[in-house]
Structures are given as structure tokens and as C-alpha cells.
């Protein structure tokens, strides 16, 4: 906030009351919600269109996504999605697979994703699956048979 903000509302004559309006971010909300026909996207779409706030929609069918940009909150779109249609809605949970390092591990890969994309898990059991350290490398490929120049012994 700038300082010319912070005294036009020190300044606010327009209002009874000196409470600070915490304004909203202009965030892009994106929701997994099942799409089988057109109706059902129309239902979806006027779901949405509404509510205050909202400056697009965009839908995918096909991915079973839906895409809200405004200045709302996401939680309340998610919930009013949900509301509206009677459906299962949720925040998109998939990121594509090049963000995450071990995409077909257990948990992460999903048979229902969209191509190219897997699960986003923060998971600490995930941790054994990380990448060995350069000491570790050394050691196993000392005695690798794919070089036989690594290892004099051989």
C-alpha cells in the first residue's frame, strides 16, 4: 500500500466508520469438477458468471477444469460451484509432470490426470525416493559393468 492510500483512507470523509476495507487480490481460481454434456458446462459456467468479482470464466471439458479469474476468494468459489450444481468440486490437483521429480511414484501418478499432468504431493515419504548423493554415485559406478574402465580390479 502506498503512502498515498495509507492518508486518502487516514482522509475517508465518505464513511461512518474507521475500519480498513482489506482489499481482494486479483487471483485465478482453477477447480476439478466433471463436465459430461453441454448442459452441464452451461450449469457450471452460470455458476460462476454471477458472483461478485469474477472478471472470466473459461471451461475444459475435456479436462474436467474449470478456470476462474477475479477478484474473489477461492474458497468461496469452490464452495458455491459445489452449491450451485450438486457436484464434486475441488481445487485442481494436478501440475504438469516436469515440475515434480519422481512422476510415477506411488501417489503422485494418477490414471484419471489429464495428459502431461500428475498429482502435486508434498509428501514427506517421498523423501526416499530422492536423487543420491555424488559420494553415493562414485560408489556404485565404480564397479558398474557398464564402465570397465572405472575400476582396475575388473
Known amino acids: 500500500m502506498g503512502a498515498l492510500d495509507h492518508l ?3 482522509f475517508d470523509c465518505s464513511s461512518g466508520h ?3 476495507k482489506k482489499r481482494k487480490q486479483l487471483q485465478t481460481v482453477e477447480i476439478k469438477i466433471k463436465i459430461d454434456c453441454e448442459g452441464c458446462e452451461r450449469k457450471v459456467r452460470r ?7 469474477v472478471t472470466s ?3 475444459s471439458p475435456k479436462q474436467s477444469k474449470l478456470t476462474v479469474i477475479g477478484y ?3 474458497e468461496k468459489v469452490v464452495s458455491r460451484v ?3 450444481t450438486g457436484k464434486k468440486a475441488e481445487f485442481w490437483p494436478y501440475v504438469p509432470y516436469d515440475v515434480v521429480a519422481h512422476p ?3 501417489g503422485v501418478y ?4 489429464p495428459a502431461g499432468y500428475v498429482r502435486n504431493v508434498q509428501d514427506p515419504q517421498m523423501s526416499h525416493l530422492a536423487r543420491a548423493s555424488s559420494t553415493e554415485v562414485r560408489y556404485t559406478t565404480a564397479f558398474s559393468d557398464e564402465n570397465p574402465a572405472a575400476c582396475v580390479v575388473m
Do not use: C, F
Request: hydrophobic share 35%.
Open 104 to 106: 510415477y511414484a506411488q
Open 57 to 59: 470464466v473459461d471451461i
Open 82 to 84: 459445489a452449491h450451485r
Open 110 to 113: 494418477d490414471k484419471k490426470a
Open 47 to 53: 455458476s460462476v458468471e454471477g458472483m461478485k468479482g
Open 18 to 20: 474507521s475500519k480498513l
Open 72 to 74: 474473489v476468494d477461492p
Open 8 to 10: 486518502s483512507n487516514i
